[in-house]
Structures are given as C-alpha cells and as structure tokens.
C-alpha cells in the first residue's frame, strides 16, 4: 500500500500553510514509522509513503517533474515503467488505457501545474479541500479531517453514507472535503482548479458483441490482467472463500502454476467452509482455515491484516511479495450484477429513473429513520432526488445498463474506501482484477437480462473454467443455484451474533454526544432507542446501524 498527501498554492506556500504541513507530519508520525519520502518547492509540498507492496517505491524526481502513484495503473506489469509513461504522456487517451486501481499526483514544476488523477472506477481517490488560498489533498480521508481545520456537516452526504454505505457525487461527511469521481483527473494551476472526466462509461454499452465472442473476449482480457499483476510472482497469497469469486481468481492462479497460499475466514460447520475446502480440494490448493465468530463484523481485508501482517504464517517467508494479496473483490457485482432483484429490474425496464429510485431504496431498506432524525422526510426526498440525477448522468443510454453503471461509479467506487484509508494498518495491497474496465466493458456490451443473476458469470465459467464449478459453492439467493449437494449452514441463515451489545451501544451513545452530527438527531428518541435495545427489551439495529455510520467519519 501507498498513500501520498499534499499542499499547493499557486501564488506560493506561506506560514499559514506550514501549520499544515506540520500538522499532517504530527499526524503521521503516530501511525507511521517508515520513512517518506518529501519535496518541498515553492507552491507545493508533497508527501509520498510507499510500503513496496508491489515492488520498489513508485515515486519519480526530475528537473522539470516530480510524480508517484499508489496502487498499479497496469499499463504494463512494472508500475514505475507506468508512472514514467504517464508522467510523459500524460493525455486522455493514455490514462484511458490504464485498467488497474490506481491513484497519481504529478507536478511540472516549469508551468507551476499540479495534476491529480484516479482510476476509471475510483477505487483509489483522492480527497481535497482547500484552505488559505490552497488547495490540500490526500488519499487518506482520514488524515484530511485529523488535521483540525474547521469542518461542518454535510447533511446530503452523511445521509447517503448512514443508510446507502457510500456517498454520491462528490460528497463526504463534510461540506468542506470533496472526494474525487472515478475516471477524473484535477489540474490545479493560478487559473484556479479544473475537473475533467478522461473517461467515458457510457461509451462501454454502445457495443452489441456477440455472445460466444464476448465470453472469448473476457476470458483473455481477464487473463492478460492477472499476467501484469502477477508478473514474475512464483509464490501468491489469496483469500478463498464458498463463493465464486475469490475461486475464479484461485483458477486464474492455478492455471499459471504458481504455489498458492490460501486463507479461509468462516464460521465452524458452514456452507462457506465446506465449499472452500471442496474446491481446494479439488484443484489441489492447501487451505489454512481461519475460524470466526462472525463473518460479517470485520471485512476480509481487516482480518487477512490482522492474521498475516505479523508474518508468523509458516508461508509468510515463501510469498513472493508477502506484502500482496489477490482478492475477488468486485466480481459479484461486475460479473454477478447482484443488487439487480426483479423489481428494480422491472422498473428500470420503465425507463423512469424516478421509479427505479423508489425500488432500488425499497431494496436496499434505505430509509432515514423518522423517530430519530431531524427532517428525515425532507432528508429522504433529498437523498431520492440525489439518486434520480445520478442515474440522468448517463445520458441517453438504457436506463437498466444506467442502473448497472450506477452501482459500478457509487457502490464499487467506495466499496474499498475503509481499508485503503487504514493504509499504515494494513500495510498491505490487493491484486483486483474484478475492477478493470477491459472485463466489465463485456458486461456492458450484453443485454441487461442476460448478464443479471449470474447468468453471464456462471457461461462464462462453463466456458473459460469449468474447473470452479465441478464442486459446490454458495449461490446468492433468487440467483442461478448450485445443484451440487453441500453440507453446512447457509450464510444467509446464519444467526450473528448480537450486532449491537450493550457496550457497543453505550459506545455509540457517547460518542454521538460529543460529536457536531448529533444535532441532526432526536436526542431524546434515540436516548429511549439505545435503552430499550441495551436491555434487551427491543432490537432497533437498524436505527443503530444508522447512528453508527453517522459517526463512522
């Protein structure tokens, strides 16, 4: 993992900008101890840690410019050779080329221009604000809000994260830090700061390409991402789970005869044990299984962060770059077009995006709660018409495949936001191949009932690898089934743990009395709420799971 921060001003870095620059070192250093590498010019300062997870620091100092980039552009296998041909090419066409998760600050030091840059999908943004004159940003969230500027409460933004889980637009927590849209590069120079969008999604759904051809198609673009990621690994590690995904990346690997170290985390006696150790298994992959309590109270990336950063794994040593893991992550989404139900789907098919704003709520349980929020209908009519426009965005493409690249721009472009902030950590990067634009664009050049489901996901694997589907694995609900017989406990039928004890509650509660967002809520109401589910007299998680995302950021 990397991560860079910085401070620009145009007309020149004044005292009033070292408070800055000493705050975010101050920062820093509590959760750092690497070593970072700093340039100080006239209008601009620039911080740039890497952790080498993919190889070598990618950070590059000429006469005429200074540029680094966290994550991997995947123009080619080496990233510095990326960065070398983004900092001298840096157009339109050539970041169009780029399918990797990637982030990239370059500065000309001879025009005094200043360019950021995120990938096609946003993974990994950049977030900015500005401050006496200048212009700050940071990939990390965090650190923008650590840095004791004043900040007051975007009400549009929280609202979207308390009950969606991602933000749209380019909203945050606070009115004063923006985060940056997928496929968008910055350029900040004495005109003032200009956004461009180098890249068009909606481009992808012109094409119309034949069936078999298309499933040809992905199988080598898929094929071609892992070879740059992979590079001359002979030793990965991965996480394996019941589901298909994390399997189709094992079958990627497996193909290319590397020695595979593969994680489990699952609950004893579950579908999603079972089936992981099936298809290990199977394919010959040694599976180290890791128990939990509960699967769903830390993501995957925090726990392959917990249990293997300490390097006491016995394999820790043999992982090429112990660093990286493979992770299928955006593969239910991109290639499964989950959160697609039959009813979103029908009103989608309308082509009235307020109708399908109201099913896509309705399907998601979005909803403010009125008993504990100020104006939560005044709130929730905002946060539907916010929905509205995003969907308008598209332009005059079909509005079911508007829908599709909804969820890809809003829920997928923060769907890693919280591990890549937690950078110093982790320490720790992720090999994605789900989220190059070179595999959806096949998704999108196929009609919308053909791809929801997993319908396309599961003939594309009974084409290009019929080897993941020989033993069971676990099937979303109302999606193609798994006729294979299997053992274990459904993950959907799991009974977690109670999500809210106690001194969880307790903790939200005082937390919200110290914090500016509590005066969007009904203090009294939610005094009640937090007793009775405390006692165990009534369950209110969902007004919990609300409050808690409230004060998440």
Same mark, same amino acid.
């Given at each position: 993992?990397?991560?860079?921060?910085?401070?620009?001003?145009?007309?020149?870095?004044?005292?009033?900008?070292?408070?800055?620059?000493?705050?975010?070192?101050?920062?820093?250093?509590?959760?750092?101890?690497?070593?970072?590498?700093? !340039?100080?010019?006239?209008?601009?300062?620039?911080?740039?840690?890497?952790?080498?997870?993919?190889?070598?620091?990618?950070?590059?100092? %000429?006469?005429?410019?200074?540029?680094?980039?966290?994550?991997?552009?995947?123009?080619?296998?080496?990233?510095?050779?990326?960065?070398?041909?983004?900092?001298?090419?840096?157009?339109?066409?050539?970041?169009?080329?780029?399918?990797?998760?990637?982030?990239? $600050?370059?500065?000309?030091?001879?025009?005094?221009?200043?360019?950021?840059?995120?990938?096609?999908?946003?993974?990994?943004?950049?977030?900015?604000?500005?401050?006496?004159?200048?212009?700050?940003?940071?990939?990390?969230?965090?650190?923008?809000?650590?840095?004791?500027?004043?900040?007051?409460?975007?009400?549009?933004?929280?609202?979207?994260?308390?009950?969606?889980?991602?933000?749209?637009?380019?909203?945050?927590?606070?009115?004063?830090?923006?985060?940056?849209?997928?496929?968008?590069?910055?350029?900040?120079?004495?005109?003032?700061? +200009?956004?461009?969008?180098?890249?068009?999604?909606?481009?992808? %759904?012109?094409?119309?390409?034949?069936?078999?051809?298309?499933?040809?198609?992905?199988?080598?673009?898929?094929?071609?991402?892992?070879?740059?990621?992979?590079?001359?690994?002979?030793?990965?590690? +991965?996480?394996?789970?019941?589901?298909?995904?994390?399997?189709?990346?094992?079958?990627?690997?497996?193909?290319?005869?590397?020695?595979? %170290?593969?994680?489990?985390?699952?609950?004893?006696?579950?579908?999603?044990?079972?089936?992981?150790? $099936?298809? @290990?298994?199977?394919?010959?992959?040694?599976?180290? !299984?890791?128990?939990?309590?509960?699967?769903?109270?830390?993501?995957?990336?925090?726990?392959?962060?917990?249990?293997?950063?300490?390097?006491?794994?016995?394999?820790?040593?043999?992982?090429?770059?112990?660093?990286?893991?493979?992770?299928?992550?955006?593969?239910?989404?991109?290639?499964?077009?989950?959160?697609?139900?039959?009813?979103?789907?029908?009103?989608?098919?309308?082509?009235?995006?307020?109708?399908?704003?109201?099913?896509?709520?309705?399907?998601?349980?979005?909803?403010?709660?009125?008993?504990?929020?100020?104006? @939560?209908?005044?709130?929730?009519?905002?946060?539907?018409?916010?929905?509205? %426009?995003?969907?308008? #965005?598209?332009?005059?493409?079909?509005?079911?495949? $508007?829908?599709?690249?909804?969820?890809?721009?809003?829920?997928?472009?923060?769907?890693?936001?919280?591990?890549?902030?937690? !950078?110093?950590?982790?320490?720790?990067?992720?090999?994605?191949?789900?989220?190059?634009?070179?595999?959806?664009?096949?998704?999108?050049?196929?009609?919308?009932?053909?791809?929801?489901?997993?319908?396309?996901?599961?003939?594309?694997?009974?084409? @290009?690898?019929?080897?993941?589907?020989?033993?069971? /694995?676990?099937?979303?609900?109302?999606?193609?089934?798994?006729?294979?017989?299997?053992?274990?406990?459904?993950? /959907?039928?799991?009974?977690?743990?109670?999500?809210?004890?106690?001194?969880?509650?307790?903790?939200?509660?005082?937390?919200?009395? +110290?914090?500016?967002?509590?005066?969007? !809520?009904?203090?009294?109401?939610?005094?009640?709420?937090?007793?009775?589910?405390?006692?165990?007299?009534?369950?209110?998680?969902?007004?919990?799971?609300?409050? #808690?995302?409230?004060?998440?950021?």
């Amino acid at each position: 993992m990397a991560k860079f921060f910085g401070i620009y001003c145009a007309s020149g870095l004044t005292q009033h900008h070292d408070f800055i620059i000493n705050k975010f070192k101050a920062e820093d250093a509590k959760v750092n101890s690497g070593t970072i590498n700093e !340039v100080h010019e006239q209008a601009l300062y620039l911080a740039s840690l890497d952790y080498e997870t993919f190889g070598p620091h990618a950070f590059l100092q %000429t006469d005429s410019h200074i540029a680094t980039l966290v994550g991997h552009p995947l123009l080619s296998a080496n990233r510095n050779n990326d960065l070398n041909t983004l900092n001298s090419h840096y157009t339109n066409a050539m970041l169009t080329e780029c399918e990797g998760v990637f982030c990239m $600050a370059r500065y000309n030091k001879v025009t005094n221009v200043l360019n950021l840059v995120t990938d096609s999908l946003g993974v990994r943004p950049f977030y900015y604000m500005y401050y006496e004159g200048a212009f700050i940003f940071s990939t990390q969230y965090s650190l923008l809000k650590n840095l004791g500027l004043p900040l007051t409460c975007n009400h549009e933004g929280m609202m979207e994260y308390a009950t969606l889980g991602y933000y749209l637009f380019e909203h945050t927590h606070y009115n004063e830090i923006s985060c940056i849209r997928p496929g968008t590069r910055l350029e900040a120079s004495s005109n003032g700061v +200009t956004k461009t969008q180098y890249f068009d999604w909606s481009s992808l %759904t012109k094409n119309n390409d034949n069936y078999e051809k298309t499933l040809h198609s992905l199988k080598q673009d898929l094929s071609n991402n892992v070879n740059k990621y992979i590079d001359n690994d002979n030793h990965v590690l +991965t996480t394996l789970s019941g589901g298909l995904d994390s399997r189709l990346i094992a079958c990627l690997l497996k193909r290319r005869n590397v020695n595979i %170290t593969a994680l489990n985390f699952s609950q004893h006696q579950t579908q999603d044990l079972y089936c992981a150790t $099936a298809f @290990a298994k199977s394919q010959k992959i040694e599976l180290d !299984v890791i128990r939990v309590n509960d699967t769903q109270a830390k993501t995957i990336e925090d726990r392959l962060g917990e249990h293997w950063l300490n390097g006491k794994h016995p394999d820790h040593p043999k992982v090429t770059r112990p660093r990286l893991a493979w992770s299928g992550n955006g593969g239910s989404v991109g290639l499964g077009v989950i959160y697609y139900s039959d009813e979103v789907y029908e009103a989608a098919l309308t082509q009235e995006p307020e109708r399908l704003a109201d099913a896509y709520l309705s399907q998601q349980f979005a909803y403010i709660p009125k008993s504990i929020i100020h104006n @939560a209908d005044k709130m929730q009519a905002r946060l539907k018409a916010n929905i509205v %426009t995003s969907l308008k #965005e598209f332009g005059d493409i079909p509005l079911e495949k $508007a829908y599709y690249l909804f969820l890809l721009l809003n829920d997928q472009h923060h769907h890693l936001a919280i591990p890549f902030d937690k !950078v110093d950590e982790y320490q720790m990067d992720f090999c994605l191949p789900f989220y190059s634009w070179k595999v959806l664009r096949h998704v999108l050049s196929q009609p919308t009932s053909q791809v929801r489901k997993h319908r396309f996901y599961h003939d594309f694997l009974r084409y @290009a690898f019929p080897e993941a589907l020989d033993s069971p /694995w676990q099937a979303y609900p109302g999606h193609v089934p798994c006729l294979l017989p299997k053992e274990g406990i459904d993950q /959907w039928q799991i009974k977690r743990p109670k999500q809210f004890k106690p001194t969880k509650v307790y903790q939200i509660f005082t937390q919200l009395m +110290t914090s500016q967002h509590k005066q969007l !809520v009904n203090l009294a109401s939610f005094s009640a709420v937090a007793l009775l589910h405390a006692c165990g007299i009534k369950s209110y998680n969902d007004k919990l799971k609300v409050i #808690e995302n409230m004060l998440k950021w």
